[in-house]
């Protein structure tokens, strides 16, 4: 409880919105992603929340992975932890067709490296560090430059919050995007490192 209060507070302290936002990269995902307002998004992402089973996920988190789909629109998507489909439901909101990935699915064989590479890799917990590292050290081999690596929950516990650290610091995460209950990593190659912590 006291980890989770001084989080929060040390976050808010720093936290900005888009005016404090000095890369057009990630302003222009805020206010054409995460800010913008749909009533039949909103409603959509109530219903699948409604109908999910407690997976600890939050009416925002679906929200959000809502808005996600819609602006980056991932066709490939690998799914790095065991969830429901109704979270799945969200990241293909876009409703463009969607190919489905897990390592934890029976028969999964991993891609060769850098061929038919994921547009987006979900996280759903980083509690196991060592297991974390390895998906995530793994997932970059299949994955391409605009790959976006969404984690859930960073700040579950203080392992957590670890964890989503060491990963921001791997040389090849130029992009990483502290959204409090969330974080999101782009590798971006040629763009300089850039750590934000954002309002969403």
């Keep these: 409880m006291w980890y ?5 507070i040390r976050f808010h ?3 900005t919105n888009q005016h404090g936002v000095h890369s ?13 307002k749909s009533k039949k998004l909103t409603q959509f992402a109530k219903n699948q929340y409604r109908q999910g089973p407690n997976d600890r996920a939050s009416s925002g988190t679906y929200q959000l992975l809502c808005k996600i789909s819609l602006y980056w629109k991932p066709r490939r998507v690998l799914v790095n932890s065991r969830v429901c489909k109704t979270l799945i439901n969200c990241i293909g909101y876009h409703g463009e067709g969607m190919v489905l990935d897990s ?6 064989v991993w891609p060769k490296e850098h061929s038919n590479p994921y547009d987006l890799v979900y996280f ?3 509690r196991d560090r060592k297991q974390s590292v390895h998906l995530f050290y793994t997932s970059m081999g299949v994955s391409h430059t605009n790959t976006v690596f969404f984690f859930s929950r960073i700040r579950a516990c203080k392992k957590s919050f670890a964890t989503w650290k060491d990963l921001c610091a791997h040389p090849k ?5 502290d959204l409090y209950n969330h974080g999101i990593i782009l590798l971006r190659e040629h763009q300089e490192k850039e750590y934000f912590s954002l309002r969403v």
């Design 13 to 15: 302290c720093k936290a």
């Design 124 to 126: 759903n917990q980083l």
């Design 24 to 36: 057009p990269f990630v302003y222009d995902f805020l206010t054409e992603g995460c800010y913008q």
């Design 103 to 108: 390592p934890f699915e029976e028969g999964f």
């Design 4 to 8: 989770s209060i001084c989080a929060f």
């Design 173 to 177: 995460a130029k992009v990483c995007l």
